[in-house]
């Protein structure tokens, strides 16, 4: 028979138990790009190419998202004022809640990369998506693989586009209303690099904000 104190003992093993396991399932999952994250991810594209968006495709989209740590550092709240306030950019204080939970968003979805798996209306016809081997496939000049003019190439082989680019994923306020993420856009052998860039949802529109704002060494659009 089963005394009390050997049942209270088991009562209190099989609670720190549970507890433990409950500590081991607190870890955050992350989901898969949502469509909203892809809407942005087209607007976004979309507003930084301007007036080369036409009809057809305009550009091509890595199949996987980059990992991204450049944010990693960032220490919240306060230090988000003090950048604004060192950048010049006190008016715009008052987006800096949204903006810290788009950073830290950002941050927790960015430790590893992503498929691009595009739902049906995420992305509109003016973007390809494509994986690496065909990105550097479109890139070749003949059968031998080889040209001296790669980006020629590309224009040849796939008429109508103006930047390939790899995306981050996409760091959102809890209110859905704000938005960044980093674009990875080449536009030719010297043009392009990386910047991060946030919008604000308009009217079921995504525009990009035309502020720059500084954190750390990155500058925002």
């Not at 080369?52 to 991204?68: D, R, W, Y």
């Not at 009217?203 to 990009?208: A, M, P, Q």
Request: net charge negative; with cysteine; proline share 3%.
């Amino acid at each position: 028979m089963t005394s009390r104190a050997d049942l209270f003992i088991m009562i209190n093993v099989g609670l720190f138990c549970f507890l433990c396991g409950c500590g081991e399932r607190r870890e955050i999952k992350i989901s898969p790009i949502t469509t909203d994250e892809y809407c942005v991810i087209t607007n976004a594209i979309h507003k930084m190419l301007g007036d080369s968006v036409s009809t057809g495709a305009v550009a091509i989209l890595h199949n996987t998202t980059h990992v991204n740590d450049a944010l990693s550092g960032f220490k919240g709240y306060s230090v988000l004022c003090d950048e604004l306030r060192a950048a010049g950019k006190e008016r715009l204080l008052k987006t800096a809640p949204f903006l810290k939970e788009c950073i830290e968003d950002f941050i927790s979805k960015n430790t590893r990369s992503w498929p691009i798996r595009v739902p049906q209306g995420g992305i509109d016809g003016s973007l390809l998506v494509m994986s690496e081997a065909e990105i550097d496939k479109a890139f070749l000049g003949d059968e031998s693989g080889k040209t001296s003019q790669p980006w020629d190439s590309l224009k040849k082989n796939r008429p109508g586009i103006e930047a390939v680019v790899k995306v981050s994923r996409v760091g959102l306020s809890t209110d859905g209303e704000w938005a960044m993420l980093c674009l990875d856009m080449k536009q030719g052998e010297l043009s392009g690099g990386a910047e991060f860039v946030v919008l604000k949802k308009v009217e079921d529109r995504w525009e990009l904000q035309s502020d720059s704002m500084f954190f750390g060494r990155k500058i925002v659009y």
